[in-house]
């Protein structure tokens, strides 16, 4: 006998879908500077170059991560926030943590 298939419900887009294309290329740039980094410590660089490689690598990832972090409290929290106040307080319990993290970082 066949069991039926459950389809999970469509989740609605994240806060960053609108700019999902644009984040990648920021990713792809990112990656690409790592991997220039990689390349500088093959190749037996200058210290002060390579860290000065890592400071924009690492700039550009806090850059990053406070788009998506505004574009979550603009979307998920402010969604969160129309649907019920218990809602919007996981979502900005969550964002609070995220900053934590990024503070930390």
Same mark, same amino acid.
């Given at each position: 006998?066949?069991?039926p298939?459950?389809?999970?419900?469509?989740?609605?887009?994240?806060?960053y879908?609108?700019?999902? +294309?644009?984040? @990648?290329?920021?990713?792809?740039? =990112? !990656?690409?500077?790592?991997?220039?980094?990689?390349?500088? =410590?093959?190749?037996?660089?200058?210290?002060?170059? =390579? @860290?000065?490689?890592?400071? #924009?690598?690492?700039?550009? /990832?806090? $850059?990053?991560s406070?788009? /998506?972090?505004?574009?979550?409290?603009?979307?998920?929290?402010?969604?969160a #926030?129309? !649907?019920?106040?218990?809602?919007? !307080?996981a979502?900005?319990?969550?964002?609070?943590? +995220?900053? +934590?993290? @990024?503070?930390? $970082?």
């Amino acid at each position: 006998m066949d069991t039926p298939q459950t389809h999970p419900e469509p989740q609605p887009p994240h806060g960053y879908t609108a700019d999902k +294309a644009a984040h @990648l290329a920021r990713v792809r740039r =990112i !990656e690409g500077q790592v991997r220039g980094i990689g390349r500088m =410590i093959e190749d037996d660089k200058y210290c002060i170059d =390579i @860290l000065t490689q890592v400071s #924009a690598a690492t700039a550009a /990832l806090h $850059s990053l991560s406070i788009r /998506l972090l505004d574009e979550h409290m603009q979307h998920c929290v402010v969604t969160a #926030a129309q !649907e019920s106040p218990e809602s919007a !307080e996981a979502k900005i319990a969550e964002a609070t943590a +995220a900053i +934590a993290r @990024l503070i930390k $970082s």
